[in-house]
């Protein structure tokens, strides 16, 4: 992967928190108010299964929180895909998103797979409801978006949303998507190519 544009100060640790010391290594990206955390397989285990044992082990306050059920079989599969494709798990782990003024994890972020055949990756994510509204979930995608294209085989991100999701869709829009597509239920957008970022 290479280096990332702007203010973002990418560094990889491993489980036990030194540099390279496992071949799952945790990547951070860093914007003005947010920490956002790919997560390895063993973090994702706990994340489905004991939320305040992910919160201990990337340095945070055990909050209480607990993973949606919803959630659940998404990040089974997830897990599963890093399990068998190591050379691709920033493109199947979920990214932590951690509000550095409350030391709280507030939202979730992925990618759903490797470049496709098109040099496309698809971006889902969800931010806890308290805390919309802020600008959060904007900047949080903001920094996937650069850190995605500055990827070589990356030349587009495209993302789906239900077209009754206005947050979802002002979230895109504000980080300059556009429509390529729409059906009764979905809208299908798109962000990528010369002097996107």
Known sequence: MSGLPGNSSPSFLGTDGRPDSHEATMMRLE??????????VQQMRWQRDDFGRLERAVGLAVSGQRLEDELR???????SHMRRRPYHVHWHCQWAAVLKEESRIIGSLAFKGPPDRDNA???????DPFYHNRGLATEAVAEMVRWALEDDSVEAVIAETANTNVASMRVLQKVGFVITSATDRFLYWKIGGEGSF
């Open 31 to 40: 914007t003005p108010r947010l920490t956002i955390i790919a997560l390895t």
């Open 73 to 79: 079989p998404i990040v089974s599969r997830a897990i």
């Open 121 to 127: 990756v698809e971006i889902g994510y969800g931010f």
